[in-house]
């Protein structure tokens, strides 16, 4: 059906590009890091909800998804059905 990573990959991108576009005054934590190499650190943080500034504009459904994704193992197959919910 779909290519499991590859489609996971879209739904992460999707999520911090919608984070980003609702939070206009800074956008996500890492997009001005001085460091790159501190962004996968910064990431990580993110699906932890180490950032609470990220998740109070956008709706509780992205925090939702946010959890499912963080949960899910590396081989699991996402329940995309869930997600369009």
Sequence with gaps: M???IKYTLHY???IFQAF???DDECGLPWKRLPDRSQV???KEK???????RCYRIVPNEFKRI??????????EEPDY???HR
């Design 20 to 22: 980003d576009l609702m």
């Design 46 to 52: 993110f699906f932890r909800f180490q950032f609470p």
């Design 66 to 75: 946010v959890e499912y994704i963080n949960g899910m193992t590396f081989a």
């Design 40 to 42: 996968v650190v910064y």
């Design 2 to 4: 779909f290519d499991s």
């Design 81 to 83: 059905m869930w997600v």
């Design 12 to 14: 992460i991108t999707a």
